[in-house]
C-alpha cells in the first residue's frame, strides 16, 4: 500500500512549478511539471502513489487523463468513504490532505500536510507550488484517503493556532480598515461599514486575483501581506 510519506516526497518534487487557475491535469502523466492548481495538484500525487483516482467526483472512475479534481469533490468524497479528521491531527499526519471549502464568490483551497504543521501546495500565480504553513489560516476538515497508509506523528507538532483572518460575516474595526485599504488600492468595498459583506468579499476575490493568490475572499497573513505592499491609487 502507498505511504503518506510518499504523497509528501512526490509534492516536494515539485516546488517552484507554475500555477495556473481551472488547469486540467493528466493525472496518469508521471513526466507533468505543471502548471498545476491546487486540488489537481494534490489528487495527481495521491493518483501517481496509488493508482487511483481520489477528489474528482463523477471523474472517479477515470479516465485519468481528463478526471477533474476540485475541493468539493474532496469533500464529497471524504464524507462518502468516511476518511475525515481534525486539523489538528492533519497536521501531524504527513500526505493529509487539509481543505478549506469554499465560500459563496470564491474559490477553496487544498494542500498536503508535511506532518510538521506545514504544507506543501499549489499556492496561487504569485507562488506556485512551495511550501506553507497552516498556521493563521482557516481550514475545514483534513482528509485521508482509504487506500493510503499514514502513520500520526505523537509528539513534536505544535498545535494550529487560532485563525487571525477576516471573511464574510466579521465585523468590527479590523474590517473597517481592510475596506479603506481596499478603497484606496481601488477595488470598491461597498460602504465603509465595518461589515464584511458581499461588496467586501468581491473587492478581496478581485484583489487577489489581481495579486495571483488564491482567491477564497478571506484575507489572512498573504492578503494582508500584500495589501500593504500596494500604493494607493493617486487622484486624476
Known sequence: MAQGTELVALAAQHIGEKYVFGVLVPKDNGKWKGPWDCAEFVSWCVFQASGRLYGCGRDDLGPAASADAYTGAWRDDSHRLGIVLSVPRAARTPGAAVLRY???????????????????????????????????????????????????????????????????????????????????????????????????????????????????????????????????????
Open 102 to 236: 469554499p465560500q459563496p464568490g470564491a474559490i477553496g483551497h487544498i494542500v498536503v500536510s508535511d506532518g510538521k504543521g506545514g504544507t506543501i501546495e499549489a499556492m496561487g500565480a504569485a507562488y506556485g507550488v512551495r511550501r506553507g504553513s497552516l498556521d493563521a489560516r482557516r481550514w475545514d476538515i483534513g482528509v485521508l484517503v482509504p487506500w493510503i497508509d499514514y502513520d500520526e506523528a505523537r509528539a513534536g507538532v505544535p498545535p494550529v493556532p487560532p485563525q487571525t483572518l477576516l471573511k464574510l460575516g466579521d465585523a468590527g474595526g479590523d474590517v473597517r480598515e481592510l475596506q479603506q485599504q481596499l478603497a484606496a488600492a481601488g477595488f470598491f468595498p461597498g460602504e465603509i461599514d465595518g461589515v464584511f459583506g458581499p461588496h467586501t468579499q468581491a473587492a478581496v476575490v478581485a484583489f487577489q486575483l489581481q495579486q495571483g493568490l488564491v482567491a477564497d475572499g478571506e484575507v489572512g497573513p498573504q492578503t494582508r501581506g500584500a495589501l500593504k505592499l500596494v500604493q494607493p491609487m493617486q487622484p486624476t
